[in-house]
């Protein structure tokens, strides 16, 4: 069992001593696998902390945090033994004090021994899913409602953007725990750095504000990201509808405008995430065309 004055800080290991110790491990997941190379570049990722269990010299367990937004990332762990995952996982709590953060838990293992213990250090846990949508060759064009007009996102119109996507994720602020949207002002530093491209290309052209007669209702933010076959998609970062003008069909609109704009900027598939338990927002993107790509889970740190 690991002792916690075992714990290294394995950003201070090098390259290629991880890379070798980490084929025991990683080769237990999948012996084909090439996920010791991918764990490798994350722990020495400029946006990333890890810590691992090191006996003479070889990596026995480790635990990646990567940091992609200033209240969100992702968390990488797995270890040769289960008993290991208890004190890995509360060294990591410990050290980080993590706060209003939110994030994807990937492990590597086929139960949920991992899911389990974050449980039992107070974390609640939420399933999501990835979706999918191909945009057809022969995308017929849509006719708008003269009152809906679409604007491009800038740092001119932050303000607007924020007050949308606040107003539309405060109903499931408790249920999904993402703190860039519980204010206009972390929503608008969120936006910011995705301007700054500071981890994906920003998607200019897929990535609109929706006004109906005089009034911002809509949000539709995106990034330019790696799909799933290496081909890059546009990734729907935030598709926000003001609650008052939901259920009158404005979000398919939005939606498809969304579609012929991305495809007039020669990207052919739009992926997002959506939590499972948000049955509406699941319902459109289900009708519209998106299909289910793959099954994970965040974890939220209050």
């Known amino acids: 069992m690991i002792h916690l004055s075992n714990l290294k800080d394995l950003n201070n290991l090098d390259y290629q ?22 764990i490798t570049d994350k722990i020495h990722s400029s946006n990333s902390t890890s810590y691992g269990f090191v006996d003479n010299g070889v990596v026995k367990s480790f635990i990646v945090l990567e940091t992609l937004q200033p209240h969100y990332g992702t968390v990488y762990t797995y270890s040769e033994s289960d008993n290991d995952y208890v004190n890995l996982i509360s060294q990591f709590l410990t050290t980080h004090q993590l706060s209003n953060f939110v994030f994807e838990l990937i492990h590597f293992r ?22 999918l949508y191909s945009i057809n060759d022969d995308l017929t064009p849509v006719q708008y409602p003269s009152h809906l007009k679409f604007e491009p996102i800038s740092i001119n119109n932050l303000n607007h953007l924020a007050s949308i996507s606040t107003a539309a994720h405060r109903i499931r602020h408790a249920v999904e725990g993402y703190h860039d949207f519980f204010n206009s002002d ?16 920003y998607a200019h052209k897929s990535s609109f504000l929706m006004k109906c007669h005089k009034d911002y209702i809509g949000v539709c933010s995106a990034v330019i990201m790696d799909g799933w076959n290496s081909e890059k998609i546009i990734w729907i970062m935030d598709f926000s509808l003001l609650p008052k003008y939901q259920g009158f069909g404005y979000a398919k609109y939005f939606l498809n405008y ?31 065309g998106f299909q289910v790509k793959e099954y994970f889970v965040e974890f939220i740190c209050r």
Do not use: W
């Open 17 to 38: 001593s991880i890379l070798s110790s980490l084929h025991t491990i990683c080769s237990e997941y999948d012996p084909k696998t090439t996920v010791k190379n991918f």
């Open 110 to 131: 086929k139960d949920h021994l991992v899911n389990d213990i974050f449980i039992n250090f107070g974390l609640l846990e939420k399933p999501r899913q990835r979706m």
């Open 186 to 201: 972390d929503r608008i530093k969120m936006e910011k750095c995705l301007l700054d491209e500071l981890f994906n290309p």
């Open 258 to 288: 969304i579609v012929e704009q991305t495809q007039l900027s020669g990207f052919s598939q739009l992926g997002l995430g959506v939590t499972i338990s948000n049955k509406t927002a699941v319902r459109l993107y289900e009708s519209f």
